[in-house]
């Protein structure tokens, strides 16, 4: 059996010896969170696996052979800050996934859970964690939605403390906003995610649920929708942090442009989009319309939208950061947010944000400050902040600079720094 030390001692400020458990932490994917919550046990001792399925390594001769839009893909599963022998990779099937992306391909090998969809791939990977549990010697695991389950069910017959990050608002909760929705605005039920998960796939999460010692969560909203769900003590919260904030090139002297909004998001209803392609046409030229994401499904709505405005499928991580330059506004009117990591990286670039209670990282924001916080559902609503804004350039100003200085007060570090202490806590239960 592999033998990882469960009980690293090291010294406290005080002198006194101080234990840090070893924690095993699977993502499948991997984003900005999973990558400071990654560097989080890194900077703290507290690494004994990091799992997921492709980790590429940029610095290999096959990086500089690749084109360099598939090498910009790989980049985003590149994870330097984690020594390369604790992490485990299980590439197959997410191989086979983002090969036939946009292909023929897809829709036979992808859809619902196949084997080579999002849901059968986190399975197979949750079901190799699970098989590695069984050869370590760990205090915890620390698992994602969805790619839980197997690796619960197994650290709870070895004792093993079980962290689980929910990255969603409640799912029984949320489908049946998101029903609501479907029969409110017909026209855009195409682009409603969520409403064919199987029951299969449901009653794994709350099972899943059921199994953690520790749920972490990113905002209040995600908290409230778990209210009689599970017991209020197994919930931590946790937001999401801010990347380090971005000198704003200076508006021109010339005469005004028209306001320019920035969508950043999956182009389905989840996230408001009709909301906001319906406010915008309200106010006409008087704003351009800019939108980064993948088309969730056909919409003559959306598709129409995507025709006339700007729009990027996908672009790099960088990329994106220098279109929120550009921008004046972010608005993300979704009806149901964990978070929106998008919100934290505009408030850094300077941007005004218009969101609604239901997006988490309205937690960090104060209505008339950085932005605003508008009811979900309302074109109107979001049509009127953005007049507001495009026709006072001051109040937009201001608002530009509350917006930095929020991401500053919110940074990745001050996430790591309170993760990392749940995590130690929980994991000493």
Known sequence: MATICSANSVRNAAGEMEKKPAVSISHPTGNENVR???????????????WTTVAWDTGSIWNRLLPSGLRQQLARRAFQDAPRERIRCVPWRESVRLAVRSSPLEKLLCAGERPFSVIGMYRHFDGKVARRLGNIDVDAVYAYEGAALHTFRQAKEKGITTLYDLTSGYWYWE?????????????????????????????????????????????????????????????????????????????????????????????????????????????GSDVELT??????????????????????ETVPHEQVMEIMLQAD?????????????????????????????????????ADGREGFVTPICSAEAIADRLNTLNRDRELLARMSGDAQKTAAENSWESYRESWTEIVKAASWR
Request: hydrophobic residues 45%; positive net charge; contains cysteine.
């Open 36 to 50: 400071n919550a990654l560097r989080g046990l890194v900077e703290h001792d507290m690494l004994a696996e990091f």
């Open 329 to 365: 506004v972010l608005v993300l009117p979704s009806i149901s947010e964990a978070f929106g990591l998008v919100v934290t990286e505009a408030l850094a670039c300077g941007l005004a944000v218009i969101v609604t209670p239901n997006v988490g990282a309205s937690d960090l924001l």
């Open 175 to 283: 489908r049946d906003l998101l029903r609501e929705e479907a029969m409110r605005n017909p026209e855009l039920a195409s682009v409603i995610p969520k409403l064919s998960d199987s029951e299969r796939h449901l009653r794994g999460k709350d099972e899943e649920l059921a199994l953690a010692d520790c749920i972490v969560v990113a905002s209040q909203h995600v908290r409230r929708t778990l209210a009689g769900v599970v017991p209020e003590e197994r919930i931590k919260v946790v937001p999401y942090g801010a990347p380090p904030v971005r000198s704003r090139p200076q508006p021109g002297t010339g005469s005004r442009r028209p306001l320019q909004v920035l969508f950043a998001g999956a182009l389905h209803q989840r996230k408001g989009i009709g909301y906001l392609l319906r406010a915008v046409e309200m106010l």
């Open 291 to 312: 939108m980064i994401g993948r088309r969730f499904a056909p919409n003559a709505l959306v598709d129409a939208a995507c025709a006339r405005w700007r729009w990027f």
